[in-house]
């Protein structure tokens, strides 16, 4: 089970970290992705962490901005947003996929997703 957490309204160029944190024993062994959903649109990749090295990859719309990092000991994986754009604004999926496969940016990729968080961008 993923649960999300940390969204909210905040102005723009402002920051929020979203946590997602993770129930069962395999957390350390997944890697694990953030997407997210804006309103009439399809849910798009945002940023991805491997399992193993704690590699990481993001799309082009937030490198610089976002920073996705895990902890395995919480089983908690975050999103650090900064300098947050009102094209921001979407609800937010963290997901993760079966364990011991490699980072992915395909929805299709990954096994369990939570419920969503709403990030609300103000002008």
């Known amino acids: 089970q993923l649960v999300e957490s940390g969204g909210g309204l905040v102005q723009a160029g402002g920051s929020l970290r979203l946590s997602c944190a993770a129930s069962?024993?395999?957390?350390?062994?997944?890697?694990m992705g953030w997407f997210r959903q804006a309103p009439g649109k399809e849910r798009e990749f945002v940023a991805a962490?491997?399992?193993?090295?704690?590699?990481?990859y993001y799309a082009d719309s937030v490198k610089g901005r976002f920073t996705i990092s895990r902890d395995n000991v919480k089983s908690t994986v975050y999103l650090q947003m900064n300098s947050l754009k009102p094209e921001d604004t979407a609800v937010y999926y963290c997901?993760?996929?079966?364990?011991?496969?490699?980072?992915?940016?395909?929805?299709?990729?990954?096994?369990?997703w939570g419920q969503g968080t709403q990030v609300t961008l103000s002008s």
């Open positions: 997901a993760a996929r079966d364990p011991n496969m490699d980072m992915s940016t395909q929805t299709s990729g990954y096994a369990y």
């Open positions: 069962g024993r395999s957390f350390s062994s997944r890697s």
């Open positions: 962490i491997s399992w193993i090295g704690g590699s990481t």
